[in-house]
């Protein structure tokens, strides 16, 4: 059984980093596209970041762009958020898709989903 497995989540305050994990199990994905979304509560889940099988290309929403930084390797997809926000608090959940311009516009080319960490920022 595929499963996608974050790690890293957690409660820090306004200006602090973390760094979100994602590892895979049940099989590789090592040509798939991965990225993260995040899902407040009360609204919708959106799309964070994306980075192509090769790291070659990376797409960022508006709203995370110079703060986050995606990055893989051959095991896992990681997500270093510095700067943190309130307003980023949110459910960050991993995917895996075919390619980053899918899975960064709707509807989301996602082929698997993680169940998500949650990262909570306080002010």
């Known amino acids: 059984q595929v499963q996608l497995v974050e790690s890293g989540g957690g409660l820090v305050q306004a200006g602090d980093s973390l760094r979100l994990s994602c590892a895979a199990s049940g099989r590789t994905f090592s040509t798939y596209a991965k990225g993260w979304f995040r899902q407040a509560p009360g609204q919708e889940r959106e799309f964070v970041a994306a980075i192509s099988w090769s790291g070659g290309r990376i797409i960022y929403a508006d709203s995370v762009k110079g703060r986050f930084t995606i990055s893989r390797d051959n095991a896992k997809v990681y997500l270093q958020m510095n700067s943190l926000k309130p307003e980023d608090t949110a459910v960050y959940y991993c995917?895996?898709?075919?390619?980053?311009?899918?899975?960064?516009?709707?509807?989301?080319?996602?082929?698997?989903w993680g169940k998500g960490t949650l990262v909570t920022v306080s002010s």
């Open positions: 995917a895996v898709g075919t390619t980053t311009q899918a899975m960064g516009r709707q509807p989301y080319g996602v082929d698997y």
